[in-house]
């Protein structure tokens, strides 16, 4: 088992940085392996479970693990057959105004650390 933690600072408000996560629609405008969520729920809500789409018709099971709005975090574990990856995420003010986020991730070391790029560029993404 392997943990990263990353971390990306723009300047988007911490609310719209918020807004991106919770609305489970929006995923897709910042996230680039992201082409669809499929979920009864269409905003994070704890329990909700579903289906994360990616490119080539790849379809990934969730579970959203925790949600906290009021600390802007939240977290859940997606599967892609016996292997499970749990991801964290929060939203803070950044140091000089606008938003940092952070991402950490647990899984398998090859999965985890194959994926930790294109994490990055995700979350760049969604703070600006």
């Known amino acids: 088992m392997t943990t990263t933690t990353l971390h990306a600072t723009g300047p988007l408000p911490p609310d719209e940085v918020w807004a991106r996560y919770e609305l489970l629609d929006r995923w897709s405008e910042w996230a680039p392996q992201i082409t669809g969520v499929d979920c009864a729920q269409r905003v994070l809500t704890t329990g909700a479970r579903g289906w994360v789409r990616g490119p080539l018709g790849v379809r990934l099971p969730f579970t959203i693990e925790a949600v906290d709005p009021a600390a802007r975090s939240w977290s859940w574990t997606v599967a892609a057959g016996p292997v499970r990856v749990h991801l964290d995420h929060w939203v803070a003010p950044g140091p ?14 090859p999965v985890v650390l194959a994926y930790a790029p294109l994490e990055q560029w995700a979350i760049r993404r969604l703070v600006r």
Do not use: N, Q, Y
């Open 96 to 109: 000089d105004g606008g938003a940092t986020t952070g991402l950490r991730t647990s899984g398998p070391a």
